[in-house]
């Protein structure tokens, strides 16, 4: 999980990413990167392909927009840590996969999420971001969600499970 | 007929044949006639088999593996990409 989440920092570092919300778009086209937007079966959410001298990243537009920037931040993370692999298929999930998983294709999953929530919620950035908001003691919870995951630009689900896993929740 | 032959009759060079017959060169569709009468064959003998459109936009192989809406999402979104890039540049 280390790995995924310094590729990530790496990555904003190297394009000089001015801070949320996190334009993935240029990040695929610093990595030479198309990225293609086309209504697929609602199954699918996005893909990885490297079609010969090109990589793709094809996302469903049937998608909101703020799904489809984690699907494009995942399918990064896809490339830039599971290399060699021509095709990746990505299926909408009810659930983010849990730590216990444990096929390979269950981890790489938990290693390209990972890396996307680093992406899009720079630790560093979400910690900040939470803190200004908490200065408001009345604040809710759901709020505090709201509020960041508009800032970020990804969905409440995203972000409510960034905090979880960066151990803001219980403070929120 | 060979390649110099058949460039001589048509009043191209040998290299545009060459060109064209591996897919290097495109040809004006009245060229495609030309080119079938000369070689004494119907011209539609001389056009690649199979809906370019939608064939080898990903090898056979790959697709044989994946679901049915996987495979169709699949081909959409390489179709789409090419497209997008101006170029195709696939095998067929």
């Given at each position: 999980m280390a790995r995924a989440e310094s590729e990530a920092t790496r990555l904003l570092a190297e394009t000089a990413h001015s801070g949320p919300p996190?334009?993935?778009?240029?990040?695929?086209?610093?990595?030479?990167?198309?990225?293609?937007?086309?209504?697929?079966?609602?199954?699918?959410?996005?893909?990885l392909y490297r079609d010969g001298q090109h990589v793709v990243i094809g996302v469903n537009s049937a998608h909101s927009v703020r799904r489809r920037r984690f699907t494009i931040a995942h399918e990064i993370g896809h490339l830039v840590l599971h290399k060699g692999r021509p095709l990746v298929l990505d299926h909408v999930r009810v659930n983010f996969r849990d730590a216990n998983s444990s096929t390979a294709s269950d981890l790489e999953e938990i290693q390209a999420n990972a890396f996307a929530a680093e992406l899009l919620m720079p630790r560093e950035h979400v910690i900040d971001a939470t803190k200004r908001l908490l200065e408001d003691r009345t604040i809710t919870e759901a709020a505090v969600?709201?509020?960041?995951?508009?800032?970020?630009?990804?969905?409440?689900?995203?972000m409510e499970y960034r905090l979880?896993?960066?151990?803001l929740r219980r403070q929120v | 007929?060979?390649?110099?032959?058949?460039?001589?009759?048509?009043?191209?060079?040998?290299?545009?044949?060459?060109?064209?017959?591996?897919?290097?060169?495109?040809?004006?569709?009245?060229?495609?006639?030309?080119?079938?009468?000369?070689?004494?064959?119907e011209p539609a003998s001389l056009l690649p088999v199979g809906d370019p459109s939608s064939a080898d936009v990903v090898p056979a192989d790959r697709l044989r593996r994946l679901l049915p809406e996987d495979q169709t999402a699949l081909q959409k979104v390489v179709r789409r990409a090419r497209e997008q890039r101006g170029v195709y540049d696939g095998e067929g």
């Amino acid at each position: 999980m280390a790995r995924a989440e310094s590729e990530a920092t790496r990555l904003l570092a190297e394009t000089a990413h001015s801070g949320p919300p996190i334009n993935v778009e240029a990040i695929a086209s610093h990595l030479r990167v198309q990225v293609v937007e086309e209504k697929l079966d609602r199954s699918v959410s996005g893909m990885l392909y490297r079609d010969g001298q090109h990589v793709v990243i094809g996302v469903n537009s049937a998608h909101s927009v703020r799904r489809r920037r984690f699907t494009i931040a995942h399918e990064i993370g896809h490339l830039v840590l599971h290399k060699g692999r021509p095709l990746v298929l990505d299926h909408v999930r009810v659930n983010f996969r849990d730590a216990n998983s444990s096929t390979a294709s269950d981890l790489e999953e938990i290693q390209a999420n990972a890396f996307a929530a680093e992406l899009l919620m720079p630790r560093e950035h979400v910690i900040d971001a939470t803190k200004r908001l908490l200065e408001d003691r009345t604040i809710t919870e759901a709020a505090v969600i709201e509020s960041l995951a508009q800032c970020f630009d990804v969905s409440d689900q995203a972000m409510e499970y960034r905090l979880i896993n960066l151990g803001l929740r219980r403070q929120v | 007929m060979t390649q110099a032959g058949l460039a001589r009759r048509i009043g191209m060079s040998r290299g545009s044949i060459a060109n064209i017959e591996v897919g290097r060169q495109r040809i004006p569709l009245h060229l495609l006639t030309v080119i079938a009468r000369e070689l004494d064959v119907e011209p539609a003998s001389l056009l690649p088999v199979g809906d370019p459109s939608s064939a080898d936009v990903v090898p056979a192989d790959r697709l044989r593996r994946l679901l049915p809406e996987d495979q169709t999402a699949l081909q959409k979104v390489v179709r789409r990409a090419r497209e997008q890039r101006g170029v195709y540049d696939g095998e067929g």
